[in-house]
């Protein structure tokens, strides 16, 4: 493990960092100032390397979720003007494939050598490595998307910094990221298995997320807090090794009966829309709009 540490809060730069003992083992610091709770240990790039080498790039694709993508890209229509969306840490382009059938120009960032060849293949524009504005044409990007990748990096405020450049004026940034106010990990703790440092290293709140965008020049448009992963809970108490995303998990089959049944439908709306109230969800879907 690496012996270095950040000194100060990665948000606010703040010096004065509260270590949570119950976390220890996932080297967790919560900022005095401004309350963001990350890994104040910085990995070692062979720690990185080895962690990541195990990804799995074949991942099992819902149709639930394609609908999902469908659903969110008419969102982003009001948005369209350069056509141009970038998909930052877009894994092997599910998200981008769906896009390009709606006609967006589509881009994206990933590191591994699979996942480059297998997104490049499917017509996508790829770069490979961290997001670098210098490989793009300022303020050329009508959306930016990031989905469950913000938590993975150290340096949040050089990322929105870049969200921002490659950004025209009125674009949106869409992100999503686990939520450390959730009941799930309220509930189960240091058991809560979305701890889990060298992959995770900052843990966002709407209201830490939304600190972060605000002060590098963004506003707010809208932020929720939805879901409680069911495979989450028992995989996390080891009551069950099932595959987190796969047709056969508790959530896939939960989320195939709420698609079919239409009063599920509206108590899985109004459940998200109190979990949204009390910042409790699972998962933080936010969009920013540049100034």
Known sequence: ??????????????????????????????????????ANSIPLESELVHHYEGYGRRNYLSPITVKRYHELLNRFEKFRSTR?????????????????????????????????????????????????????????FD???????????????????????????????????PNFNSLSRIFLKEKWNVLAYPEHLCYYTPATLQRLFTESGFSLL??????????????????????????????????????SNSLMRSIKSVTNKLLTFWDAGDSIKATFIKK
């Open 1 to 38: 493990m690496s012996e270095s540490l950040h000194k100060q809060c990665l948000i606010c730069n703040h010096p004065k960092l509260q270590i949570l003992t119950r976390y220890a083992v996932h080297h967790l610091v919560k900022c005095s100032n401004c309350g963001f709770v990350f």
């Open 84 to 140: 141009k969306l970038i998909d930052v840490g877009c894994g092997i382009g599910y998200f981008l494939e769906v896009a390009k059938e709606q006609n967006w120009n589509v881009y994206g960032t990933e590191f591994t050598d699979e996942a480059i060849r297998i997104c490049r293949e499917k017509g996508i524009n790829m770069q490979q490595g961290k997001l670098n504005p210098a490989n793009y044409e300022a303020t050329s």
């Open 143 to 177: 959306v930016i998307t990031s989905f469950e990748v913000l938590e993975h990096i150290n340096n949040p405020r050089e990322e929105v910094q870049h969200f921002h450049r490659l950004l025209r004026q009125g674009g949106a940034v869409y992100i999503t990221t």
């Open 222 to 259: 809208k932020i929720e807090t939805t879901g409680i992963s069911i495979t989450r809970a028992k995989t996390s108490l080891k009551i069950s090794n099932q595959s987190y995303i796969s047709e056969t998990s508790d959530d896939e089959k939960f989320r195939r009966t709420l698609e």
